[in-house]
């Protein structure tokens, strides 16, 4: 099946930025930089690099090569059109181009005689799909998050002679194999490296920036705001403060939730979560009850004794029994359960039950992280007194920095299970709502010759 081009939505127009013309013509004969194999844009978030690399290199191809393969791939298919088709079908809307979108079979654009196929890099298997290509360029989003192997696949498959590759990404750790192996390198390599930040967006607003920068918080901050490649180290909710964040009173919110860990020897946590809606579209989250069973220290519990367990926390929660005279309408037995997704045998048993209705919750630990952080530097998230372990573990859960030094962000897995129970929650509902890609407006000026 395959769609032609709408031309109901394109760019408006503004200049680009200087570094945006840089990136915008580098391959180009009368560039300084147009004998480099390829080009590195690293930096923070919204930093307009993504817009204008995806311009670059339509413009490279299809000024450069006919009748010829192009890569474009990014951490997953989903990623791709999000990320890269939506801007990328938009802009050439804008430049009245016709393309022809194939979703089936091999998913691939057609612009004009070249073809360009899609690709998700979620795993080391993802290489295996690119075997037997031969391509004259490629463009892959958000390299720091795909496998190595990918990576190296692709670039060994664009051999026409010219071939140009783009890669962006944003700053993970400074061990990371894509800053030692390609940023640290990129003289002796031919690469041509851009760094950007949000003030080389033109497009946004000092307003703008500021929310965004209200956005993230600790190693976040420094890598999403400031573009930095730096180390993932010390406390996690750093930002997390008994006399901000700790609550005394049952307030008055809107809905409850529950989160679960489950764990067999390992600690099972039960998080009931009140939410209240804002006017503005956003949440505010109140930790308000905890259950909490150690498997190694009180014995392991069969998944109908965890039920069970669950039934009688609902059932006996004096949280939810004023929040049912507040609300008569409000029925605890069909309350959404956000669940840890490896716990395959307690959703069943949940489910077969019928009483609660089960979202298997999403387990992306590090967004989950930084979204949790997130909330409580935005005020938007608080603890009752009552919920100790919950306390406990905010001011205990720390990064493993001899994993950090391997250049992996990861968390040490202890003290863990119910702010577990918590990210479940929160990720999953606000990344539900959250906007993957920010409408850019941009223009093309073709005499800018500030390289």
């Excluded at 140009?164 to 940023?183: A, M, R, V």
């Excluded at 976040?220 to 700790?246: N, P, T």
């Amino acid at each position: 099946m395959s769609r032609k081009r709408k031309r109901t939505t394109a760019f408006k127009f503004r200049p680009f930025s200087k570094k945006q013309m840089r990136l915008q013509y580098w391959w180009h004969p009368d560039s300084p930089h147009h004998d480099k194999d390829m080009i590195i844009c690293d930096g923070s978030i919204r930093a307009g690099k993504t817009v204008a690399m995806i311009d670059s290199f339509l413009t490279f191809a299809t000024t450069t090569f006919k009748h010829e393969n192009f890569i474009i791939a990014g951490r997953s298919m989903g990623a791709v059109k999000r990320n890269i088709l939506e801007p990328m079908f938009k802009i050439l809307t804008a430049k009245n181009i016709d393309y022809h979108y194939h979703m089936s079979g091999d998913p691939h654009v057609i612009i004009g005689t070249n073809t360009f196929y899609l690709f998700g890099a979620s795993n080391e298997a993802s290489q295996d799909t690119l075997q037997g290509l031969t391509a004259a360029g490629a463009y892959l989003d958000e390299v720091a998050l795909m496998p190595e192997s990918f990576i190296n696949q692709a670039i060994g498959r664009c051999s026409e002679d010219g071939a140009k590759i783009f890669l962006n990404c944003n700053p993970e750790g400074p061990y990371h194999w894509f800053k030692t192996d390609f940023i640290d390198q990129a003289e002796e390599k031919k690469i041509y490296r851009l760094h950007f930040t949000m003030e080389d967006n033109p497009s946004l607003s000092e307003k703008t920036k500021e929310r965004y920068k209200r956005m993230f918080t600790g190693v976040f901050y420094d890598r999403m705001i400031k573009g930095l490649w730096i180390a993932a180290q010390g406390v996690i909710f750093s930002m997390f403060h008994e006399k901000e964040h700790v609550i005394h009173d049952n307030l008055a919110v809107d809905d409850f939730v529950i989160g679960i860990d489950y764990g067999t020897s390992n600690p099972t946590a039960f998080i009931l979560i009140g939410i209240k809606y804002q006017d503005d579209g956003s949440n505010k989250y109140y930790i308000m009850d905890e259950y909490y069973h150690d498997g190694r220290k009180d014995g392991q519990l069969t998944d109908k004794q965890h039920y069970a367990n669950l039934k009688k926390f609902v059932r006996e929660s004096k949280i939810l029994q004023k929040h049912i005279k507040r609300n008569p309408m409000f029925n605890p037995n069909h309350m959404t359960i956000y669940l840890d997704p490896s716990a395959a045998s307690f959703k069943a048993e949940i489910h077969d039950e019928g009483l609660f209705r089960v979202v298997e919750a999403d387990n992306d630990v590090l967004n989950g992280i930084r979204t949790v952080q997130s909330m409580i530097s935005s005020e938007s998230l608080y603890v009752h007194n009552d919920c100790e372990n919950v306390k406990k573990e905010f001011a205990s859960y720390v990064w493993d920095s001899k994993a950090g030094n391997k250049g992996i962000d990861k968390p040490i897995k202890e003290h863990d299970h119910a702010l577990d129970g918590i990210r479940y929650v929160v990720y999953t509902i606000e990344d539900a709502v959250s906007v993957n890609v920010t409408e850019v407006e941009y223009d093309i000026d073709d005499d800018d010759d500030d390289w």
